[in-house]
Each structure stands twice: as C-alpha cells, then as structure tokens.
C-alpha cells in the first residue's frame, strides 16, 4: 500500500532548548505497516530495555527505564524508512554529512505504569567513525493513554509533550532533555534509532 503525503510539523521546546532540532513527521508509514513491526517483534520476542551508562556499557535500570525492547539489526529496513524522511534530514551537522539511518532499530514496548525517566539520548558510533547525532523515533500506535514523549527544561519547570500518532516519526537531536512519559493504559509501540553522519572530506580527497 502507498504511503499518504508526509507533513512535517516542528515542535516549540521548552525555551532553554528553543534552538535546538525537533520536529514531526506525520504519515511515513502505513497503520498495515506498523501493524507488521508489531506483529514481527512480538514473535521474535521482547526483553527489559537497559540503560546506556556510556563507554558501550548498558546495564538495568527500573528505576530509570523499566520498559522492555526488542532489537532488530536490518540494513534493508532502514533503508526503507530512510528513503522516505531523507528529504526532511538535515545534510550536515556539526562538520557532518549525513549518511542514512542506523541499522540497528531498537523496538519499544510500554505497558501500564512504564516509563523511561529524563534523560539525553546516547550516540552511537561505527568502528569507520561515522557517529550519530539526532534521534528518530517511530511511533507505530495509538489509543493508549499516556506515553508521550515529552522534552522539558533542564530544571523540568516546562513541558512539551509529543503525543504519538501512529505511523508519524519524531526527529530531535540527541541532546536535548526528555522522557518517556508513564504510559497510564494500554500498550504502546514505539521503534528508535539514529540518524548517522560521517566528517565532511575536504575537497578534491575521495
């Protein structure tokens, strides 16, 4: 089935992060396809979701995070929805030019009363140097309640919740402060990865 027109809507910050990227892209993918993400995961199994305690160490964390997360490594996946944001993403970021997604599509599974505290997302890097530097977030249902992905200041007085809408995608650089909200009913469905960059060659060297 055809993917319907995407539209982008930028999301206003909390006013201590106001220059900083983010934004919604609504109608990427199908409800047919996101179904087929939620059937496909659940048959190859979730497991509790860690917390990135940096230098590639994770570790468990409920008290942080106590959501649960099945990864999937698929080059051609992120290929796929890489073609379709690719128009909206950034080229170049910070002496960087973009390379396409992460392979690595991280699946998200919230249940009533889970959340993942505020927190900054990690980046990841690639033994040949490209490393990642904004977030995209895939929301794959709806009809729950709770569960936004809010940004807040860093002394958490603001708070600007991005309610899911499925098939829509949520695009932020990593370092800006956020949570995933308590998921009050239902069960959400969510996949993250990242949006890779290698340095910019200087010209005439391939």
């Known amino acids: 089935m055809a993917t319907l027109e995407i539209e982008r809507e930028d999301v206003k910050l909390p006013q201590d992060q106001a220059k900083r990227l983010a934004f919604v892209l609504y109608n990427v993918l199908t409800p047919e396809e996101c179904q087929k993400y939620i059937k496909d995961t659940e048959k190859k199994g979730y497991e509790k979701a860690l917390v990135n305690t940096g230098f590639g160490r994770q570790?468990?964390?409920?008290?942080?995070?106590?959501?649960?997360?099945?990864?999937?490594?698929?080059?051609?996946?992120?290929?796929?929805?890489?073609?379709?944001?690719?128009?909206?993403?950034?080229?170049?970021?910070n002496g960087h030019q973009v390379v396409g997604l992460n392979e690595r599509l991280r699946f998200l599974r919230y249940d009533s009363g889970q959340y993942f505290?505020?927190?900054?997302?990690?980046?990841?890097?690639?033994?040949?140097?490209?490393?990642?530097?904004?977030?995209?977030?895939?929301?794959?249902?709806e009809g729950f309640k709770g569960g936004s992905t809010t940004f807040l200041s860093r002394c958490q007085t603001e708070r600007v919740e991005v309610v899911p809408r499925i098939g829509s995608v949520l695009i932020f650089q990593h370092d800006i402060y956020h949570?995933?909200?308590?998921?009050?009913?239902?069960?959400?469905y969510a996949m993250r990865t990242d949006v890779m960059y290698q340095r910019k060659q200087p010209l005439g060297i391939k």
């Open 59 to 93: 570790q468990l964390m409920t008290d942080v995070r106590n959501s649960d997360r099945c990864i999937i490594d698929s080059i051609e996946e992120a290929d796929k929805l890489w073609q379709r944001v690719k128009p909206f993403v950034p080229a170049e970021w």
């Open 117 to 141: 505290k505020p927190h900054y997302d990690g980046e990841y890097r690639r033994e040949n140097g490209e490393r990642s530097y904004i977030t995209l977030q895939l929301y794959l249902n």
């Open 179 to 188: 949570e995933g909200s308590e998921l009050k009913k239902g069960r959400k």
